[in-house]
């Protein structure tokens, strides 16, 4: 499903959505934002070929379909496009990926049956380190674990500021091929680990890292993110 438009439009999942085919399952808002309403899941649970779900808000995508296309970012409205999950969103082994311009807000659990998940805030233009966010608000979690055993997706976030257990919220990647993986966005923003002073930092408090589970290793950071310096508490 892509939306656009020169004034912008956004998606909204107000009914439940069942992937049955063999495509993936993008929702692509050019210059809006997406939101899964409460009652509204999205599975691709059971479905053929481990199917994805993919939601990329403010993007618009190249020539040919999204699913063989990578996206292009729009300049335009850099500040409306985000991302709210109000409702759980289950595959079957199938990747779970949101990308937009501003916030993203799980309020529901997702869970990929051992596929990954991806969330990522990406803009060419300005608010790094100021509006961009990752939440995961109450009754909001990931799970990568295979419902089978034995493995996990790996979990990538990458935001410039990330609330991970305030709200209860959790993170399961138990098992074979389960890391998980936190960046900040902009290269050379600082991290705190323990400390909760913000606003030129990502900030990851003990009680966020107690909220990960993992059997194959958690990365904060990455030595390619020139500047990047990361302080105790």
């Known amino acids: 499903v892509y939306t656009g438009g020169s004034s912008g439009s956004a998606i909204t999942v107000a009914s439940p959505i069942t992937a049955t085919g063999t495509a993936n399952l993008y929702l692509v808002a050019d210059k809006g934002s997406i939101t899964v309403n409460t009652g509204s899941a999205i599975s691709?649970?059971?479905?053929?070929?481990?199917?994805?779900?993919y939601l990329w808000a403010n993007y618009l995508h190249t020539a040919g379909t999204p699913s063989t296309s990578s996206p292009v970012y729009q300049a335009d409205n850099?500040?409306?496009?985000?991302?709210?999950?109000?409702?759980?969103?289950?595959?079957?082994?199938?990747?779970?990926?949101?990308?937009?311009?501003?916030s993203v807000s799980i309020a529901a659990a997702i869970s990929t049956g051992g596929g990954s998940f991806y969330s990522s805030y990406d803009t060419s233009a300005g608010g790094a380190g100021t509006s961009n966010s990752f939440t995961l608000a109450t009754g909001g979690s990931i799970d990568t674990?295979?419902?089978?055993?034995?493995?996990?997706?790996?979990v990538t976030i990458i935001d410039d500021n990330m609330t991970l257990a305030a709200n209860g919220g959790t993170v399961n990647a138990t098992g074979t091929?389960?890391?998980?993986?936190?960046?900040?966005?902009?290269?050379?923003?600082?991290?705190?680990?323990?400390?909760?002073?913000?606003?030129?930092a990502l900030v990851l408090l003990d009680t966020d890292l107690a909220a990960i589970?993992?059997?194959?290793?958690?990365?904060?950071?990455?030595?390619g993110n020139a500047g990047n310096g990361t302080s105790f508490s």
């Open 44 to 53: 691709a649970a059971g479905a053929l070929n481990s199917l994805g779900v």
């Open 78 to 102: 850099a500040t409306n496009q985000t991302i709210s999950i109000g409702s759980a969103i289950t595959t079957d082994g199938g990747s779970v990926e949101l990308r937009g311009a501003n």
């Open 145 to 154: 674990t295979n419902s089978g055993g034995g493995t996990a997706g790996a």
């Open 177 to 200: 091929g389960g890391a998980v993986t936190l960046l900040p966005y902009t290269n050379n923003r600082s991290i705190n680990i323990g400390n909760g002073a913000s606003g030129t």
């Open 213 to 223: 589970s993992t059997d194959n290793g958690l990365t904060i950071g990455t030595t």
